[in-house]
């Protein structure tokens, strides 16, 4: 289905402008990377403040699979090698990602609803920035690395 600008500026809220200058360039040029230094530093509350949980949640996942077999088999500064290159990852490909999620949701609300006026007010609603989505993936990121401690604590002792 076919998503406008109206729609992706109705989406990414409070940054639309920031979004959508950089969605707009990367259309024109036809790249698929860009840079977004939230998404360098903050993967997963990043991934959280802009509503896209499943992501975040994803990542939380693999970067603690990634840390029991990193802890257990390399050295420190390898997996620091590794946190770093997944934050360039997302950096680079993160308002990539960010438009993907966009064009999605919006895609969905506009099949599900017929009614223009009701589309606007669901494709904001579930766009935008979300300070309880940082704490959610802040609190999952808890339970996950704590589940980690007790996993590996338990298994020393067997």
Do not use: C
């Amino acid at each position: 289905m076919e998503v406008n600008e109206e729609e992706l500026n109705l989406f990414a809220g409070n940054k639309d402008n920031y979004y959508l200058k950089k969605w707009k360039n990367m259309e024109e040029s036809g790249e698929i990377i860009d840079w977004n230094w939230g998404a360098f530093f903050f993967q997963t509350m990043w991934m959280g403040y802009r509503k896209m949980y499943l992501y975040a949640a994803v990542l939380i996942g693999l970067l603690v699979y990634i840390d029991v077999v990193l802890i257990a088999s390399l050295h420190p500064l390898t997996q620091l090698g590794v946190d770093i290159f997944i934050g360039i990852l997302f950096g680079i490909f993160g308002n990539r990602l960010y438009l993907k999620h966009a064009m999605k949701k919006i895609s969905v609300i506009k099949s599900d609803q017929p009614d223009p006026e009701i589309q606007k007010i669901e494709i904001a609603k579930a766009g935008g920035t979300s300070w309880i989505g940082v704490g959610l993936v802040l609190m999952g990121t808890y339970f996950a690395v704590r589940l980690l401690y007790y996993f590996l604590h338990e298994g020393a002792k067997l």
